[in-house]
């Protein structure tokens, strides 16, 4: 009888592995516990420990396969020596299966409709990859800017998202703090207001409410409080919303708390692109700068603009795709989900529709949502936060009050469930906004 | 130390009194309608800020809490412009939008004024990190009331300065009330200084009704944090005449303990030692404080005559 074992799955958000180290031959005698294998996500390297014991059949990968998909088997272990099965055979599925994953590759960097006026790289990296180039880029030009949050440094990053910066900039500028939100918070805030330039990493934002008083009170207010006199130059970084089954303490999207304050400004990537374009908008800003990422996005990859000068001002959304008979107005993960849609709806029921990035929460570009509007005489908002005053919210506002003689129907909002994200996977599927709830609620702006 | 001259005696004398004065009319203004909102008064504390202020270097930065106004004045920060403050002018130090509690002097290294209790302890931290990262040699005094030292970001901040070596040296002005909560009721254990030993940070008690003992601790304490060992600690007992903000119905304590406060005043204990040392006669004193009551005068009448911010400036200064 021969048991396969299969590429496991590391963290909530992994999809693939790759296979950096068989620690067994074929033909070796495992048993339960013995380490067979280590393999590398996008976050972290892991060891693979066997459960069952017998003979290694056959190692359907080789040292240095990459991509290989979770559940995917990678080895086959047999409980008699010599026996000889499937294996082959299984080992050409998977050389098919890597090649559907490229693919699918390329077709997510379709949604990320490069501007017309960037030079574009022809390499492709990962959000994860834009956000540390461009952190290192700032670095690199301004001694001020330092880094610092629970294991950014000897860690690389919860997420990898620093990884190799400690070894450039040393422990001077990439600093790991202890577990204290607050104090770490208001220090950078005090190191800001004092001319630094700190950039602080949430582990995710959902830890930024234990400092959500240094970065409202100080950080917000202070340089209206002081007449003018004391700005604070600093960005607030980190994953923000839900991850993949790590339940409700651990799920939540701020971009509305934040988005609602006076003098802070708040930006949301949705693409490798304008990961690096906003954020060294961000770093260089003489204010404090919300900067929310999406642990899902950090392995979707893309081009990036060759220039290390080149950023994204705040308030300019960006016209992901052009149409004419609806509008969607999205941000972060959900621009992914909007634009996949579109496609479903131009397929099927022949709507071209319209959809923007917003990518600058505060200040908010009404602007281009208007002119939008007035083309397509219908709009949905798109967005992965609760339903209640959300940042959909006051797009409707805006619609209502610059465009209203142009609503052709009711604006719909997409939005989470109006509850604590559950854990369970079917429940959570339900919590988020999905690709069938962007299609109905076209459909219900166009009465279909 | 270094010797306490003639003129610095003079100086802490008219500091002192400037502080108590500037109080007193600010109290009066309050009465007045010229103040609002809270509005907390140092009377009784003015040997902790005028003691540290002997001690301290011109790129020194300090950070404090909302009970300000007589930190500013020991800063050296022109009484004028504090007032206008206080009364929402356009000449105030945050051009009438930072108000009482939220009063800022960039160029002489004041960073307020901090409205929420406990915000400054990180925040304070944070700038002496800078000094830290700069290598400038200078350091940041932080000031803590006792109410904050029961609150967690304070203890998040110990450790950071502990464990990062920051030059920078807590004050805590400990007047026995977090608003009408007596220390007794409020902190566990007692001495709150001794709260830094779990982080590896020295501490000591001073008496702060006395400016002298004050310059002694914190030249030493000063000199410690500046030579990059790392922070220290001053728990500087004083107590506050007057209530917490304006409106205190002073239920929590008795009129004999405050009458026992008064008893050993810090104003009058500097104003014996310069009697004494003979270094000013009565009348010389009465003449530096004719010229304070002047001065506070004003002040006040510079702020009331002064113009209320211009309707325009509701919207700038939210971002640079």
Redesign the interface.
């Known amino acids: 009888m021969s048991i396969e074992i299969l590429m496991p799955a590391l963290s909530p958000t992994m999809t693939e592995g790759n296979l950096t180290k068989w620690l067994v031959t074929e033909g070796q005698l495992v048993k339960a516990g013995d380490v067979i294998a280590e393999i590398e996500t996008d976050k972290a390297t892991m060891e693979v420990e066997a459960v069952d014991e017998g003979f290694v059949e056959k190692l359907l990968f080789k040292e240095g396969d990459v991509n290989i998909p979770v559940n995917k088997p990678i080895a086959i272990i047999s409980d008699q020596q010599g026996s000889k099965s499937k294996g082959t055979k299984q080992s050409e599925v998977s050389v098919e299966e890597k090649k559907t994953t490229q693919k699918k590759e390329v077709k997510q960097n379709e949604n990320q409709l490069p501007k017309e006026d960037v030079v574009l790289n022809d390499e492709h990296i990962t959000m994860r990859e834009a956000i540390r180039d461009t952190i290192a880029e700032e670095m690199r030009k301004d001694k001020k800017v330092f880094i610092l949050g629970e294991e950014v440094a000897e860690y690389q990053g919860a997420y990898k998202v620093t990884q190799g910066l400690l070894e450039e900039f040393g422990e001077k500028r990439v600093i790991d703090t202890p577990i204290s939100e607050q104090g770490f918070t208001g220090l950078a805030v005090g190191a800001a207001f004092k001319g630094l330039i700190p950039i602080v990493e949430f582990m995710t934002f959902n830890f930024s409410m234990q400092a959500i008083d240094q970065i409202i009170n100080s950080a917000a207010k202070t340089l209206y409080m002081s007449g003018g006199q004391i700005n604070c130059p600093i960005v607030f970084r980190g994953p923000n919303g839900a991850a993949a089954q790590v339940a409700a303490q651990h799920s939540q999207d701020f971009s509305s708390w934040y988005a609602q304050v006076p003098g802070l400004k708040v930006l949301a990537p949705s693409t490798p692109l304008n990961a690096k374009g906003l954020l060294r908008s961000a770093i260089r800003d003489p204010n404090p700068v919300i900067f929310l990422e999406n642990e899902i996005l950090y392995g979707l990859k893309g081009e990036v603009s060759s220039d290390n000068d080149f950023t994204i001002p705040f308030g300019k959304a960006n016209i992901a795709k052009e149409g004419s008979d609806t509008t969607i107005v999205t941000y972060s993960i959900m621009l992914q989900k909007s634009l996949e849609a579109a496609k479903i709806l131009k397929n099927e029921f022949n709507l071209d529709l319209e959809v923007i990035d917003l990518q600058s929460l505060r200040p908010l570009d009404s602007e281009t949502i208007i002119n939008s509007v007035k083309k397509t005489n219908r709009i949905v908002t798109v967005e992965e936060s609760w339903p209640v005053a959300s940042i959909g919210s006051e797009v409707v506002n805006i619609v209502q009050k610059n465009a209203f003689d142009y609503l052709d129907a009711p604006i719909i909002k997409v939005n989470s469930a109006n509850v604590p994200m559950p854990y369970s996977s079917s429940l959570e599927k339900l919590y988020l906004p999905q690709i069938d709830d962007i299609v109905k609620a076209v459909k219900e702006v166009n009465y279909i | 130390m270094k010797k306490i001259t003639k003129s610095d005696h003079l100086k802490i004398y008219s500091y002192m009194l400037k502080i108590r004065r500037f109080e007193e009319r600010s109290a009066q203004l309050y009465g007045m309608g010229h103040i609002g909102g809270f509005c907390h008064l140092y009377i009784g504390q003015e040997a902790v800020v005028v003691g540290v202020l002997m001690t301290i270097k011109k790129n020194d930065?300090v950070?404090t809490t909302y009970r300000d106004h007589g930190h500013m004045i020991a800063r050296g920060l022109d009484p004028k412009k504090i007032m206008a403050e206080l009364t929402g002018r356009a000449d105030?130090?945050?051009?009438?939008?930072?108000g009482s509690m939220?009063?800022?002097?960039?160029e002489n290294n004041f960073?307020?004024?901090?409205?929420?209790v406990g915000?400054q302890?990180?925040?304070?931290?944070?700038?002496?990190?800078?000094?830290k990262?700069n290598g400038d040699k200078n350091i940041c005094r932080t000031y803590i009331g006792d109410g904050a030292m029961n609150n967690?970001?304070v203890?998040?901040?110990f450790?950071?300065a502990s464990?990062w070596k920051l030059p920078v040296l807590y004050i805590i002005e400990n007047n026995k009330y977090g608003m009408g909560t007596s220390v007794e009721r409020a902190a566990a254990g007692s001495d709150l200084y001794k709260r830094g030993e779990a982080f590896g940070i020295k501490g000591e008690i001073v008496d702060g009704m006395n400016v002298y003992s004050v310059i002694k601790a914190a030249e030493k304490a000063g000199e410690y944090v500046r030579s990059g060992k790392g922070p220290y600690i001053l728990e500087v007992q004083t107590y506050r005449y007057r209530g917490h903000s304006m409106s205190d119905p002073a239920k929590y304590r008795t009129k004999a303990e405050l009458d026992e406060y008064k008893n050993s005043d810090p104003i009058e204990v500097v104003k014996d030692e310069i009697i004494k040392k003979k270094i000013a006669s009565n009348k010389e004193l009465d003449k530096i404080g004719k010229e304070i009551i002047e001065e506070v005068k004003s002040a006040a009448d510079f702020a009331l005559e002064s113009n209320f911010p211009d309707n325009n400036e509701l919207y700038?200064?939210?971002?640079?």
């Open positions: 930065s950070v105030g130090y945050s051009a009438g939008k930072g939220h009063m800022f002097s960039k960073y307020g004024g901090h409205g929420i915000a302890v990180p925040i304070g931290t944070g700038i002496a990190f800078t000094h990262y967690g970001q203890f998040e901040a450790n950071l464990l700038t200064d939210v971002y640079l």
